[in-house]
């Protein structure tokens, strides 16, 4: 199997960061109400074939806002976490000129962030995202994507 880089959306980085910190997190998180500790275990498996986890400023910001909702001292454990995140070799970030996302037809329906992800996926780095939107888009763009929900319902 060949390995490569792959893009995860703001919420399934939020759901590795969260989970990475402290598993029982995921469940006490209000913006991880979806998720569940098999779905970030899912997520971690799908993530050790990858040779780096490719994220955007775009991606880290909403990530960060998201983190914002628990408390301390839940709250400044994942921020430490996001911190060695970041910090890992294995995390590349790649920037994505505003003009370049903002032109894109995509923008009113997925909003800045996605398409900066689109961005990533049409330079040829696949995607892994819960949002059904942002991927329908990514593949009628002709890009490699796979919707997490689909592994959540195998």
């Not at 939020?14 to 998720?35: A, I």
């Not at 074939?49 to 955007?56: G, K, L, P, R, S």
């Not at 995390?91 to 894109?104: F, K, L, N, P």
């Amino acid at each position: 199997m060949t390995r490569l880089p792959v893009a995860i959306d703001s919420n399934l980085l939020l759901l590795l960061v969260v989970g990475m910190t402290e598993k029982d997190y995921v469940s006490k998180h209000k913006r991880l109400k979806e998720f569940t500790l098999s779905d970030y275990d899912l997520l971690q498996e799908q993530l050790t074939v990858a040779t780096e986890i490719v994220v955007t400023p775009n991606t880290l910001t909403e990530t960060s806002n998201l983190i914002d909702h628990i408390g301390d001292p839940a709250r400044s454990r994942i921020y430490s976490k996001l911190r060695e995140l970041v910090d890992l070799p294995e995390t590349r970030e790649i920037y994505v000129d505003s003009r370049a996302a903002s032109g894109r037809t995509e923008l009113p329906r997925l909003g800045l962030t996605d398409c900066a992800l689109l961005e990533v996926c049409a330079a040829g780095t696949p995607l892994i995202t819960v949002d059904i939107k942002l991927f329908l888009a990514a593949v009628r763009n002709g890009n490699k994507a796979l919707n997490f929900n689909h592994l959540r319902s195998l």
